[in-house]
């Protein structure tokens, strides 16, 4: 019918998303991922990342449309993330969109990569509550957002002043000898682990750290005192219990975000939570905000696991609301822009 169909690009770290959707229905989700590739140098290598995009852009176009049923001449608009992201890694993505948009003649959209992680969450649960309190939570971010409307109005309530909730699992991963990314290996180790055995620190939540960065996470400091707490075990010649280790840091990690989370809601009167990023899709972290949420009267989304980490679904989700919205399109000298605000 009416309804615009929109393809996404997605290219901003490890991930070649290409998402096609109509209105707020998700047609398809095609991804290549070049996390092996990175694997063995225990984090994202932004070279090897932007080639691998490169490789992996026109096979999973091709793969998104015909899997859609859907023709390029149909598309209404293009969308792409446009930052912030690696920038060798968003030019891929941002060239291809640009290219596709002048060939097909149709309207560009560039898009903010963190407004998209909460955008994405209406193709699996419908139009987004306005306002809706975010939380998204990657490798590369932890940020609270408060998102009056998500194609134009995303602000930023506070953000980590180290490192992301999701560097932090795969740094603790490091630490414990599991693979990269760790976060998946460390929710499966704690799954068997005892979440009280060691009384890790919740960073920037009292005393003038709280007063000073309400809705700021710090988590560097967390991660020192896994690798001290592991080394001491080592020193002493003792096994280290990986499973209450990675039990106990989850909880840590866990107790403060979704402490936080709830307390921006409230104190800006949002009965709506979301939680976004490739760390949303950890049990612990889903179980807890759920309870809480549920204590405090809060109605909780999460998008599925495979909507939480990096796609191009949620380019195209965006794209979409940009176009039902009437948001103007972007001309040709959209840039892109590592270190985009929301
Ligand atoms: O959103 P994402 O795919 O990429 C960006 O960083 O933008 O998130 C990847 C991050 C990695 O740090 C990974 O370890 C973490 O999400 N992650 C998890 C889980 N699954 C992925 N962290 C904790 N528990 C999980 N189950
Ligand atoms: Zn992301």
Known sequence: ADLPLVLGLETSCDETGVGIVRGEEL???????????????????????????????????????????????????????????????????????????????????????????????????????EPTLAMLVSGGHSSLLLVPDVTHDVRSLGSTIDDAAGEAFDKVARVLGLPFPGGPHIDRAAREGDRVAIDFPRGLTAGRDMDRHRFDFSFSGLKTAVSRWVQARE?????????????????????????????????????????????????????????????????LRVPRPGLCTDNGAMVAALGAQMVLKGRAPSDLSLPADSSMPV
């Open 235 to 299: 020193a002493a010649g003792e096994p280290v219990p990986v499973a209450d280790v990675a039990a106990s840091f989850q909880e840590a990690v866990t107790d403060v975000l979704t402490r936080k989370a709830v307390l921006a809601c409230r104190e800006h009167g949002v009965e709506n939570l979301q939680i976004g990023g490739g760390v949303a899709a950890n049990s612990r972290l889903r179980a807890m905000a759920q309870e809480r949420c549920d204590a405090a009267g809060i109605k």
């Open 27 to 129: 047609l398809v989700d095609a991804i290549a991922s070049s996390v092996d590739e990175h694997a063995r140098f225990g984090g994202v290598v932004p070279e090897v990342a932007s080639r691998a995009h490169l490789e992996a852009m026109v096979p999973t176009l091709e793969r998104a449309t015909r899997e859609a049923g859907v023709r390029l001449d149909d598309l209404d608009a293009i969308a792409v993330t446009s930052g912030p992201g690696l920038a060798g890694a968003l030019m891929v993505g941002v060239a291809a969109a640009k290219a596709l948009a002048v060939a097909l003649g149709k309207p560009l959209y560039g898009v903010n990569h963190l407004a998209s992680h909460v955008a994405v969450d209406i193709v699996e649960h419908g139009p987004l509550p």
